[in-house]
Every structure is written in structure tokens, then in C-alpha cells.
């Protein structure tokens, strides 16, 4: 997610025949169908290696350490599941690994050339079928807009679904990036307008078309929707980067202040302080600070912006949190902890990652355990 365009290439699909193809999503998923919170027990953690075919050897070598630390971290608890570019990566990796000291016992590969790492938004979503068996959803991406390079990574659910042997839903006229979605794994879905109801991702698709493909397929019935900000970032300003379901219950976000700062409108900031969940109960909040200093990476380039610690990511016995060598790293990780006494905060240094775009939720992807 770094230093290149490329052109969209969309195709505008008449309104009526995405108001059919909604109307049939609902009909063949049904209600049933639901994405799991990401607290629930995890099979697995996806992960897409970096590599220099991209953006070359620089842009890996600055960012590969976070994967390390990510893997070290992970597999006492859980499997880690890699997406490597080529069987000769694969070696590298694995000979990285065991460098590092890491077992591979809980590490297994697949083979798939990807053009980046961002595995929460191109990669497989795996949610519990009408029969309570699991499914790999392949929603449409198209590198946040066709800002980056994206046919290769697209591919990723196909070839997840198919190394599993498990069935794959194919939602592909639909572009839904992974960090645009939080759910709380009972009914309710939280967004940006501006990172799914976007000309650049789904031109022709109304809010209640959109609504209808959602309900269908990740469970939910009860919609936040905020405005978000159109290129505040490369993502239009993904909801994972400031609000996140850190429990059925609880909303992980940031002070008034901060979310200001961030960029979003008092009124998205009132909605959210005034969600409530589909028994409209109110829900919790939890707030993490910005950083108290503007990012800057280990190399010495200055972000000119902060960090949110918010893009943290629960695993089975580890919760993986962003830190950025700053001051508010040890405020986050305490109040973190607090939210996930039965889990280990990890800190992960992503600065040299953060300026490339995301941070730790958007270079995971859980996989949950078996079946409900």
C-alpha cells in the first residue's frame, strides 16, 4: 500500500441487476450465515509474507521484522497459516524462522503470488454456512479503489478455499475490504460510507443494496453506517483504524478529541458514542490514546501524523497491539490488558509498516476453529 496507481478497471453494472443479485445473495445465504467475532477460538492466523517483487527489497526488508515478531508471537496459541510468493520464498521464510528461533511445527504454507501483505482486506473471510459448516467468502477487491496493484492478491480466497478443501462464496461483484468491516458476532455491523459505498469500489450499489448483501451473508441485521472521509487515506479511511468491537459489548475507539483529530466529522463521532447494539442496548466504550508524537520510523522519516492503537489483533492466547517507540505504548498496552485479562498484550513495532498504511489488524486474518 505504498507509492504507485494503477487505473481502476471497474465495470458499471446497471442498478436493477445488483438489486437481483442482492435479492438472490439473500435468498441462497440466508440469515443463517454469520462471520464470528474475532475473540471466538481461533484454527488459525493468515498472514501474507512480504516480499520485494512489488515494491523491491527495501520496502520487505523494512517491514519483514514485524512478521517475525507477529509469527513468534502467535503460534504457542495458535497455527500460523503464510501466504508465500514462490516455493523459493517459502525457503526464505522458513529459513528466517528458524534463525529466529521459532518453531515451525505450528507454521504451514501456501504458495500463491501476492503484490502486498494487506491479507484483512484482500484475503478469505471465513464465516459459518446455513448448515454450521465453514465457508470462505471472496469478496471483489481492487487495491482500495485502484490506487495499487491488486490482481494477484485477489486470487488469495480462491486459493485458500481450495488448499482447505473448503467451499467458497463468491462475492466478487462486490468490493468489501476486510478492515471496512466490524462486527460484533451478534447482528451488528459498523462502517465507513466512504470506504464501501464509494464510486471507486461499488459505483452503482445503493445503501440499502448494500445492506441487503451484508445481512445476507455476514449475519447481520443492524447497521452503524458513518460517513467517514473519502481520501483521508488510502483505504477512505477504513473503520478498523479507530473503532473496533473489542468484545460483543464494547466498542474499542478513541476520545472525541482524538477521532477529530483523526478526521472524522462531529457527527460520525455522536453516532458512534451513540451505538447501540440489535437489542438496542447501549454499548461499552473503551478509549486508547493516539500516540503523543507523530510516527517516526526506524530509518528516520517523520510520518507528519500519529498512531492508533486501535488496529490491534485478538488471537487465542495474544492480543497484538501496534506500538510505535512512543511514549503512549505502555497507557495502550495497560489499558488493553484491562480489556483482555485472559490474554497477553503483545506489543509489535509497525512504524516502518504504518508508512505503507496499516498497521497490525491489516496484516491478519483469523480463521475461527471448526464449526458452531
Sequence with gaps: MSHRDTKRLATRRPALLLAAIALLSTACAGAQTTMPHENVRHEGTWLQWPHSYTYGSTYRDRIESTWIEMTRSLVSGEKVHIVAYSASEQERIQNLLAEADIPLTNVTFVVQPTDDVWVRDNGPVFVYGPDHAMAIQSW???????KQPYHLSAEVPAVVARELNMSKVDL???????????????????????????????????????????????????????????????????????????T?????????ADLNDWGLSSTDIQRLYAAKDANGTPYKFVQFPLTENNVVTSYGKDLGYKGSY????????????????????????????R??????????????????????????????????
Design 140 to 146: 471483489g477487491f481492487n487495491g482500495w479503489g485502484g
Design 248 to 256: 460483543s459489548d464494547t466498542i474499542a475507539t478513541m476520545s472525541p
Design 310 to 337: 486501535v488496529n490491534f489483533y485478538v488471537g487465542n492466547s495474544v492480543v497484538l497491539m501496534p506500538t510505535y517507540n512512543d511514549a503512549n505504548d505502555a497507557v495502550a498496552k495497560a489499558a488493553l490488558q
Design 172 to 246: 466478487s461483484n462486490y468490493v468489501v475490504e476486510g478492515g471496512a468491516v466490524e462486527t460484533d458476532g451478534r447482528g451488528t455491523f459498523l462502517a465507513t460510507r466512504s470506504s464501501i459505498l464509494n464510486p471507486n469500489r461499488n459505483p452503482d450499489v445503493t445503501e440499502d443494496q448494500m445492506d441487503a448483501v451484508l445481512a445476507a451473508n455476514l449475519g447481520v441485521s443492524n447497521f452503524i453506517w458513518l460517513d467517514g472521509v473519502r481520501n483521508a487515506d488510502i483505504t477512505d479511511m477504513h473503520i478498523d483504524g479507530f473503532a473496533r468491537f473489542a
Design 339 to 372: 480489556v483482555f485479562p485472559d490474554r497477553v498484550v503483545v506489543g509489535i513495532d509497525v512504524r516502518n509498516l504504518y508508512a505503507n498504511g496499516g498497521m497490525i489488524h491489516c496484516v491478519t486474518q483469523q480463521q475461527p476453529e471448526g464449526s458452531f
